[in-house]
């Protein structure tokens, strides 16, 4: 059920404001795949534009094209709901809904989108809690308010609401940076669970974390304000920490970053 | 200075402190003087005591904190009690209105005040109720939120949700243009347009009509306000599970912005329930009972107030004074039912 992720020319807008320039990469399924970066350098941006959350804020635009597997997500008539049904997202910050019990929050995809059955969605909470690793830990609290867990159970909360609706990629944006260590430890276990079924895109500031968890690193960077982000380089995480052909790619990952 | 060296070296963060006892202190001594003050003259009224006690007691703890704490511990304390001030003077109308309005409505507080209407009552005879005005009351305030609170609330989401531009921003200045709009105004336009233009009679719906007019943009700025609070990482959240906009607004901002929509509610309400001025131009206003809202004129709660006030005799006051103080009640115990339903709930949710 993964799918490959082909990304070609994309340049993002703030409405005139380029964010992104001319894009270009390839997401391999079943696998993890990083996107590090300075601060400001579009790589939110570029995961955004993967499941078209980007055009949620008003006067944001992409061109170019993002193919998932054959199909182009920005093609004529494309239904944004459907793409991120099939895309799913982690965000920088826990964000269960307040006014939902754990179990309601796991399965809010689902019973949203029509699932009614009560036994099934029972289940299928079960499985995605499971699938997140949080099971043991909230099985005796899940209709308890998702909003009273720690910051990182309500964080593998919202994995689980991730990927309960069984998506075929999900996207992690910064998932582990409101997190403490231990805490950002279980995600990343998740991560390397996860990477066996669905594909897998996390942006980072944290490169050990980028090294730890990721099969392949895109290294982005931003010539100075105001002027867009664009890739620096891409290749598999073993050679952009050690031996990155780019110049400012070994300046970034060495911390010798202007 | 035999204790003092006894004693370790004093903090330098520890400054100098009035004792605890000098506010009572200085109260006491404010008191004294605005005594003395009013047995020789200047003070010789309640208003002038109170006035002076406060103003020395408030002159002498600035200069006091002053010379002993220093300039930033006498501003705080001269804030301080200003504020304490502003509080109580702000209570004192408030509780004086609820406490003249309980002692002189509770004359008429009885059974038959809520079970007989004023019909063949006239002004000079005892007796006599508000049963037909609590009646229409409760079905013009029902209808009024009926019609004022769904088209309030999509209005709210219209402007958060959806509008950009100049239309939300030409529909947002409408909004507050309505929020200072008399209500004699909105009385008027009923009866201008649906009565004189439209030829219906005069009804407790006409009244109702006009009592919307009036919620209306009170609902839709209290829910504005409650939605704009929701955090756009929870449509964003909902969003990515891929469910549709509508369904998000539904089922997630809404319920979570739901107590701050039932407390704005209930302001617009307890707004109109006590409105006069409209329901006197379009219900006319009877002293018989008339359950029917939408033929013949029907009494309400401030109208029979006011018609009753102005009667000289009485037991005519005395019936204002209890319909006042039923009105009060009434506007009391459906802020109380708002309450509670918040408080469910938020302990629902668990917070």
Redesign the interface.
């Known amino acids: 059920m993964a799918k490959r992720i082909e990304i070609e020319s994309l340049s993002c807008f703030y409405g005139n404001f380029k964010a992104v320039e001319d894009v270009t990469l390839s997401v391999e399924p079943k696998s993890v795949t990083a996107f590090i970066g300075p601060s400001g350098c579009g790589k939110s941006t570029v995961l955004r534009a993967l499941?078209r959350?980007h055009e949620?804020t008003?006067g944001a635009h992409v061109t170019g094209r993002v193919l998932l597997d054959q199909d182009d997500i920005y093609g004529p008539g494309v239904d944004p709901?459907?793409?991120?049904?099939?895309i799913?997202?982690v965000?920088q910050?826990p964000?269960p809904?307040?006014?939902m019990s754990v179990l309601d929050n796991v399965v809010?995809?689902l019973r949203?989108?029509g699932m009614k059955t009560k036994s099934t969605l029972a289940e299928e909470a079960e499985r995605a809690l499971r699938g997140a690793g949080l099971w043991d830990e909230v099985k005796d609290r899940l209709h308890?308010?998702g909003?009273?867990l720690s910051g990182g159970q309500q964080q593998r909360v919202?994995i689980a609401?991730?990927i309960a609706?069984q998506p075929q990629v999900l996207l992690m944006d910064e998932p582990c940076s409101a997190l403490d260590p231990i805490s950002t430890l279980a995600i990343e276990d998740l991560i390397a669970q996860l990477r066996d079924q669905y594909t897998i895109v996390i942006v980072t500031h944290n490169m050990q974390q980028a090294s730890r968890v990721s099969e392949r690193t895109g290294f982005f960077n931003i010539s100075g304000v105001g002027q867009p982000g664009k890739l620096i380089e891409m290749d598999s995480t073993h050679k952009i920490f050690s031996n990155p052909t780019e110049k400012r790619t070994e300046d970034y990952v060495t911390g010798r970053f202007g | 200075m035999s204790t003092a060296t006894a004693l370790p070296p004093p903090s330098t963060l520890v400054g100098r402190k009035l004792p605890r006892w000098t506010p009572a202190a200085l109260v006491a001594g404010a008191l004294a003087i605005a005594g003395v003050l009013a047995v020789l003259g200047p003070a010789d009224s309640i208003e002038g005591f109170v006035l002076w006690t406060g103003s020395l007691f408030l002159i002498g703890q600035t200069v006091a904190s002053f010379a002993v704490e220093g300039g930033r511990h006498a501003r705080d304390r001269l804030v301080t009690s200003l504020i304490y001030t502003s509080f109580v003077i702000t209570v004192i109308p408030l509780v004086s209105v609820l406490i003249l309005t309980i002692k002189n409505g509770m004359a008429r507080f009885d059974s038959s005040f809520f079970s007989s209407s004023l019909r063949n009552i006239a002004a000079t005879n005892a007796g006599g109720g508000a049963y037909h005005a609590l009646v229409g009351t409760i079905e013009q305030v029902l209808i009024a939120t009926a019609f004022a609170v769904p088209v309030g609330i999509f209005v709210a989401i219209y402007l958060v949700e959806f509008g950009t531009g100049g239309f939300a921003r030409t529909v947002s200045t409408f909004v507050d243009v309505m929020t200072g709009l008399p209500s004699i105004v909105a009385g008027l336009f009923i009866l201008s347009f649906w009565i004189l233009a439209l030829g219906q009679g005069y009804s407790g719906f006409a009244g109702a009509l006009a009592l919307a007019i009036l919620m209306l943009p009170i609902v839709v700025r209290s829910t504005e306000e409650m939605l704009r609070l929701v955090p756009d990482a929870l449509r964003e959240a909902s969003y990515a599970l891929g469910v549709p906009r509508w369904k998000t607004i539904v089922r997630i901002v809404i319920p979570t912005a739901l107590p701050g929509i039932v407390t704005g509610v209930m302001l617009g309400v307890a707004r109109v329930a006590g409105e006069t001025a409209p329901v006197l131009l379009v219900t006319f206003g009877t002293n018989s009972i008339n359950t029917d809202p939408f033929s013949g004129p029907q009494s309400s709660l401030p109208l029979f107030v006011y018609q009753q006030a102005g009667l000289p005799n009485q037991v005519a006051i005395d019936r204002a004074w209890t319909g006042a103080l039923t009105l009060i009640l009434f506007v009391m115990l459906l802020n109380l039912a708002a309450r509670l339903v918040t408080y469910f709930w938020r302990a629902r949710m668990g917070r």
């Open positions: 499941n959350m949620v008003p709901v459907q793409v991120r049904r099939t799913g997202m965000f910050r964000n809904f307040p006014t809010a995809g949203l989108n308890r308010p909003a009273g919202c609401r991730a609706v």
